[in-house]
């Protein structure tokens, strides 16, 4: 059992910075990405940003220079710096990681709780 526990959502204006941390524990026998999802009032889940064990990263459009996403492998955290925040970045933040279990051939999907993000105009 893998359990993520997220960090770092709050209230902030327009403008403004937040970082968001995502720590991993449990049964993990290899990490192989971690990243980020967010979910608006209405609206779907959609992707924010991820980042695989090798350090690629891949982002949202509507993100990228925005956001910074990146992953202490040692400490199995995730963290998403996220600056120029805008009322549209409003949501409940999602961590997700996709690790592999001994013995199985594929990978596994673990969610977080979510924490939420509110910045006000």
């Known amino acids: 059992q893998v359990h993520l526990v997220e960090s770092g959502g709050g209230l902030v204006q327009a403008g403004g910075s937040l970082r968001l941390s995502c720590a991993a524990s449990?049964?993990?026998?290899?990490?192989?990405?971690m990243g980020w999802y967010r979910q608006a009032p209405g609206k779907q889940r959609e992707l924010v940003a991820g980042?695989?064990?090798?350090?690629?990263?891949n982002y949202a459009d509507s993100m990228e220079g925005r956001f910074t996403i990146s992953m202490d492998s040692a400490k199995n955290t995730v963290y998403l710096q996220m600056n120029s925040l805008k009322p549209e970045d409003t949501g409940v933040y999602y961590c997700?990681?996709?690790?592999?279990?001994?013995?199985?051939?594929?990978?596994?999907?673990?969610w977080g709780q979510g924490t939420q993000v509110t910045v006000s105009s």
């Open positions: 980042i695989t064990s090798g350090g690629h990263t």
């Open positions: 449990g049964s993990i026998f290899s990490i192989n990405a």
């Open positions: 997700y990681e996709d690790f592999r279990k001994m013995g199985y051939p594929y990978d596994f999907r673990s």
